[in-house]
């Protein structure tokens, strides 16, 4: 067979059904090979910025492999943003990338470039495609490394002119090596530190979510009455925001964090990246520390962690809750999050943090996901959503929310989807709602019309006491029903809480077609929680 077909049918063999990408000439042989068969899609997004998000928001909304198909070095280029973000978070991804014709590489062609170094910047592993000799085995090592825990993006380079080569091997599945729990004297050193403590606490960040060990963490902190606070930007919620040991994100503040967990003697950092932060602070954690996850690279130098090992994260943490069935005897109340007042209704505007908390308890089954800036910290405070279904950037990256929604809707047809959005970072890769609109999506994108950058201006305030002119984004006034025309979408603006509430009871709980809610917000009006943010 010919290696492309060995590719799809490889793919297809390990449960991939579908291929985002934005092709070229060097994609030809993959598109016409995808168009003959009904076992695999090729989903065209109008840009790389687009397709890598809608990939991205895919994979984690189906907890499984995303593909994503990227044209020569301009296209693989235009998507690295998102391959970072998808790196930072940990999604398995698979990034098909276009190789150049091997009889004419000695010519510089057209598009060429050194698309390995490139991609090797973002993704933890690239193969290149050089023979057929060795394609099958290639084509599968770069398959397994995408699905081995711990994940980040991978490149598999894919010469056109190879492509049509025949090949003898048999596609199959491939055989993925998994974590395991811990060593006895590890689950009982583990166990210890955590009966020791007087006041411990969890901090969860995405390993949780990949591992299917949400159940597990709230199993093991109820019987600890421990909080699970959630490291700031995780990507993924990992336990769910109604649990009563849930203790909500941890703001992106260092000196906000530290004064948050000051009152823990233990903390047990359960995967991700200790805690990414924005600005810098003079501040420091004063608690001992332990680390469980996935990804030994991922622990950062300078924290000294008093026991740390690299396991699967259920099966590590239901030895060390066993083990504390028999040790444990606490009865410490379970930490309250701190609570706020909801401001009062107006006629004429609606404030933000009412507009969050209107939206949320009319979506509270909905997957989200929240790129809303400012507004972020209030939809944590306020929302109530199971494990896995509130998705972020996690990396801080702007612009990856209103694609990454469109993967999610793709990924999950049969549940109501939201995407909110500040107005800036809804236009980074709006391209995407065309992808939704040809893929007959009904999903709901709500944009927090401010015309500002207010996050920047937080910012600013907060490093040099002012806001900047730069930061306010009219004239002219966006017009987000011309957006939504340009993509076939719905559209509807309300200005006050009357409007929203009567556009939400014709909506109902599901959206029947793809629509646009634009909310329109007095910038001089902040979240709630705003402070939370620097
Ligand atoms: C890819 C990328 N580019 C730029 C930024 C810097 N940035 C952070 S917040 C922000 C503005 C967000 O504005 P908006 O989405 O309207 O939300 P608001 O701050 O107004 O609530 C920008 C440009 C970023 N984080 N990521
Ligand atoms: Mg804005």
Not at 57 to 74: C, E, F, I, Q
Not at 303 to 329: F, G, H, M, T
Not at 386 to 393: F, H, P
Not at 423 to 440: C, F, H, K, P, V
Request: with cysteine.
């Amino acid at each position: 067979m010919k290696i492309i077909d060995f590719l799809l049918n490889t793919l297809v063999a390990n449960d991939v059904n579908r291929i985002f990408g934005n092709p070229g000439t060097t994609e030809i042989p993959l598109v016409a090979a995808c168009e003959k068969r009904t076992d695999i899609k090729y989903i065209v997004g109008l840009s790389e910025i687009a397709a890598v998000p809608m990939a991205d928001g895919y994979a984690r909304a189906t907890r499984s492999l995303g593909v994503v198909n990227l044209h020569v070095a301009p296209g693989l280029g235009n998507g690295m943003g998102a391959l970072y973000t998808a790196g930072v978070v940990g999604v398995p991804l698979l990034v098909l990338v276009g190789g150049q014709d091997r009889r004419f590489l000695h010519t510089d062609p057209i598009l060429w470039g050194p698309v390995e170094q490139m991609a090797s910047s973002v993704c933890k592993e690239v193969y290149t495609l050089h023979t057929e000799y060795d394609a099958a085995a290639i084509i599968r090592r770069a398959l397994r490394a995408a699905i081995t825990l711990p994940y980040s993006p991978v490149t598999l380079i894919c010469p056109p002119d190879l492509m049509e080569c025949e090949v003898e091997s048999v596609p199959r599945r491939v055989e993925v090596p998994r974590l395991a729990g811990l060593a006895q004297v590890d689950v009982e050193r583990y166990a210890d530190l955590l009966t020791e403590a007087r006041n411990p606490a969890f901090i969860a960040a995405e390993d949780i979510y990949w591992n299917d060990a949400s159940i597990a963490l709230e199993k093991i902190a109820s019987i600890l009455c421990a909080p699970v606070y959630v490291a700031p930007y995780t990507g993924v919620l990992p336990i769910s925001s109604a649990s009563p040991w849930y203790a909500g994100y941890l703001p992106p503040s260092f000196s906000q964090i530290a004064e948050r967990l000051s009152n823990h003697d233990m903390l047990l950092f359960l995967g991700g990246r200790g805690l990414r932060t924005t600005l810098y602070s003079e501040a420091r954690l004063t608690s001992r520390t332990a680390w469980l996850g996935n990804n030994a690279s991922a622990i950062p130098s300078g924290d000294e962690y008093k026991l740390s090992c690299v396991v699967d994260l259920r099966l590590a943490l239901n030895q060390i809750e066993s083990q504390l069935e028999v040790e444990s005897s606490k009865t410490t109340a379970p930490l309250i999050r701190p609570e706020f007042d909801i401001p009062p209704s107006e006629e004429s505007v609606v404030h933000p943090t009412r507009a969050v908390h209107i939206l949320l308890r009319h979506f509270q089954d909905a997957l989200w996901v929240d790129e809303s800036g400012l507004s972020t910290s209030d939809v944590r405070q306020w929302m109530q959503l199971r494990a896995g279904e509130y998705l972020i950037n996690g990396s801080g990256g702007i612009g990856w929310g209103l694609p990454a929604a469109v993967g999610v809707a793709l990924g999950q047809p049969g549940r109501t989807v939201i995407a909110i959005c500040g107005d800036g970072s809804s236009l980074y890769a709006s391209e995407a709602m065309w992808t939704a609109e040809n893929r007959g999506t009904a999903m709901l994108i709500i944009v927090l019309s401010n015309r500002r950058y207010a996050t920047l201006n937080a910012a600013a305030e907060k490093l040099i006491s002012n806001s900047l002119s730069s930061f306010t984004i009219e004239p002219p006034v966006l017009d987000f029903s011309g957006l939504a025309k340009l993509y076939g979408w719905a559209h509807a603006c309300t200005a006050n809480e009357l409007d929203l509430e009567g556009f939400l009871s014709n909506i109902g709980p599901k959206p029947t077609r793809n629509t646009l809610l634009e909310i329109i917000l007095d910038p001089a009006v902040k979240p709630v929680t705003a402070f939370r943010h620097f």
